[in-house]
């Protein structure tokens, strides 16, 4: 059982530069998110789809944008790529909105 | 007041030991409760929800205080393999779950 599966797992960047981080689910969960997991701020909320055609921003869009592709997909982009951004971005998905999340093994980004 | 707050620790406690954290919450309307567990460099996982007064789950309880709004984590006979960081996760409603930053727990042989 894969469960959610998101790539890369590693990426480098040089500030300006965009790239989009993957995310896929088997569970067949209705809502999925992304997470930014930092030193001493715990995980915050980026952007998140409670449901298959629908994405809404969490505490800290800024920077980033979504698409809810299908159900089992839901990708994160950063257009312009910035040293604030480096961080470790975790995919989660939930059969109940905000209930039980089951998280991806996380991509490690750094930007330069 | 943070909207949720946990002790950093480390907590380390030798094997065999019983060692509770606690989660504080601010927002009285929180309706669902979580711990996961996340061991280092790896995702968090999903460990213990709470809706009433508690739960149980063989060496691990979790009891909800509303009154005094914080969660509790209770482990009993501490593992090796127990050691990992705890992080409690707060439905406040208003669209919005929010994590703790995390309580460390190490197990000493």
């Known amino acids: 059982n894969a469960g959610v599966t998101q790539t890369p797992k590693f990426q480098v960047l040089k500030t300006g530069q965009s790239m989009t981080l993957q995310c896929a689910q088997d569970?067949?969960?209705?809502?999925m998110y992304w997470y930014r997991q930092d030193p001493g701020m715990g995980l915050r909320l980026i952007y998140y789809?409670?449901?298959?055609?629908?994405?809404d921003k969490g505490e800290v869009p800024n920077g980033y944008n979504v698409s809810r592709l299908n159900k089992r997909e839901f990708s994160l982009r950063l257009e312009s790529a910035a040293p604030s951004q480096t961080s470790v971005y975790f995919c989660?998905?939930?059969?109940?909105?905000?209930?039980?999340?089951?998280f991806g093994s996380g991509t490690q980004l750094s930007v330069l | 007041r943070k909207e949720v707050e946990q002790d950093p620790g480390p907590f380390n406690v030798p094997e065999g030991a019983t060692v509770a954290f606690n989660c504080t919450y601010s927002?009285?309307?929180?309706?669902?409760f979580f711990w996961y567990r996340q061991d280092c460099r790896k995702e968090p996982k999903l460990l213990m929800s709470v809706y009433s007064s508690g739960n149980e789950d063989g060496r691990f309880t979790a009891q909800l205080n509303r009154a005094s709004q914080y969660i509790s984590l209770l482990i009993r006979d501490s593992k090796l393999s127990d050691s990992a960081t705890y992080l409690c996760a707060v439905n406040s409603g208003y669209q919005k779950v929010t994590f703790g930053t995390g309580t460390k727990l190490q197990v000493i042989p």
């Open positions: 989660a998905s939930s059969a109940v909105f905000n209930e039980k999340l089951f």
């Open positions: 789809s409670a449901s298959e055609g629908t994405t």
């Open positions: 569970m067949n969960h209705n809502s």
């Open positions: 927002n009285s309307a929180s309706q669902s």
